[in-house]
T-cell receptor, first 115, second 116 residues
């Protein structure tokens, strides 16, 4: 069964450094998302992306965050200058359709630890 | 209401029992709902979805019930097995009629523990 894959599984970074989290969505999906989950808390939406543009972003997704689809298979989340509070699990998801027609399928996440 | 932090609702059942996990969703305009299962160290795994024009949908061993009047969603798992032990999240989306572009809003989660 096709799945969303994320790398690395664990990223440890010094505060203030840039980090790039990588995702390979399911191949026939057109809509891509990033979510994060702070330990013990709910999964929170960060951003949705379609046709090489951000469709929607949350308040968490400030100027320090950016997303990119650099080629036909990868989808990346960049945090420019990491803060301690960016420590969380980051999940990538993809779906065939965007608005309530098909479910989003999630990868197993990247655990980001900021020191 | 919502809670933040480590104190998730928990449900403990014996293997073979039926489990019911409940969720109160927040937005009356939401018209698409999904249940996810999250095992330790893994991402949310799709279980079943339901659109607001339905009040019940069945899958393999799972049934989702939707009560729009009270904004309540439930997941029923039949003949629960130890492999069903996980955290279960409901998620809502504004669907095709809303202005939200696919954003899922997750509930707080329920820890299901199945004892052999």
């Amino acid at each position: 069964e096709p799945e969303v894959t994320q790398t690395p599984s664990h990223q440890v970074t010094q505060m203030g450094q840039e980090v790039i989290l990588r995702c390979v969505p399911i191949s026939n999906h057109l809509y891509f998302y990033w979510y994060r989950q702070i330990l013990g808390q709910k999964v929170e939406f960060l951003v949705s992306f379609y046709n090489n543009e951000i469709s929607e972003k949350s308040e968490i997704f400030d100027d320090q965050f950016s997303v990119e689809r650099p080629d036909g298979s990868n989808f990346t989340l960049k945090i420019r200058s990491t803060k301690l509070e960016d420590s969380a699990m980051y999940f990538c998801a993809s779906s065939e359709a965007q608005r309530g027609n098909q479910p989003q399928h999630f990868g197993d996440g990247t655990r980001l630890s900021i020191l | 209401g919502e809670s933040v932090g480590l104190h998730l609702p928990t449900l403990s059942v014996q293997e073979g029992d039926n489990s019911i996990i409940n969720c109160a969703y927040s937005n009356s305009a939401s018209d698409y709902f999904i249940w996810y299962k999250q095992e330790s160290g893994k991402g949310p795994q799709f279980i079943i979805d339901i659109r607001s024009n339905m009040d019940k949908r069945q899958g393999q061993r799972v049934t989702v019930l939707l009560n729009k009047t009270v904004k309540h969603l439930s997941l029923q798992i039949a003949a629960t097995q130890p492999g069903d032990s996980a955290v279960y999240f409901c998620a809502e989306n504004l669907g095709a009629g809303g202005t939200s572009y696919g954003k899922l809003t997750f509930g707080q989660g329920t820890i299901l523990t199945v004892h052999p």
